[in-house]
């Protein structure tokens, strides 16, 4: 993949990019702030880019607000974002912006599991929607209605369609059926008033609920 980075913190750009780049990927650009980052996009046409929350100058979230723009003049752009702190608001945000598949939200310490986070990265480059299993896990405590709804095994799956995980792979991790997992799903869909719509991504307006409880 062709890849644009976005990281104020000289070490860990210049640790994803290495990281990457042993993958097998091509990185474009690994730039230290969010107007170099939009530059970056401009120039590159990447296939997948990774961002800091904070950054230069104000260190609030200007990465995450190039990432939301990037995303509105490209919905089709995907965008992986890390993070330093579990902020689910963020995560909701970004699943806001733009078409909302090919997006993910990651905390730093992911990166250090290099396996786990380039399977993110290609997994958020093909379409998919990931959240850090840390913020799910913080979420699961402050649910309320329409979600409170949810059976605990309802949640379970939820919970892990939040982290990105297929049909396949939730089945798998739950030793059930896949059919159990689609029939769990459509349940879920349907607690949450979420009917099929061609314009929509319902699996993704399925996790804001859930990061929004």
Known sequence: MRVVIAEDGLIVREGVAGMLRRF?????????DAEALVAAVAEHRPDIVVTDVRMPPGFSD?????????????????????????????????LDSGRSA?????????????????????????????????????????RKDPLSTLTAREREVLALMAEGRSNTAIAR??????????KHIGSVL????????????????????????
């Open 102 to 142: 090919g997006v993910g939200y990651l905390l730093k310490d992911r990166v250090g599991e290099v396996a786990e986070f380039v399977e993110a990265l290609v997994a958020v480059a093909q379409g998919q929607t990931v959240v850090d299993p840390e913020v799910v896990r913080q979420m699961l405590g402050r």
């Open 62 to 94: 200007e990465g995450l607000q190039a990432a939301i723009a990037l995303r509105t003049a490209d919905p089709d752009l995907p965008v992986l974002v890390l993070s330093q702190f579990v902020a689910p608001t963020y995560a909701a945000e970004l």
């Open 173 to 182: 991790r739950l030793v059930v059926t896949e059919a159990a997992v689609a």
């Open 24 to 32: 097998g990927h091509d990185v474009l650009a690994a730039v230290g």
């Open 190 to 213: 349907t607690k949450l008033a979420l009917p099929p719509d061609a314009d929509d991504h319902r699996r993704v307006r399925a996790v804001l609920a859930f990061l929004r409880g």
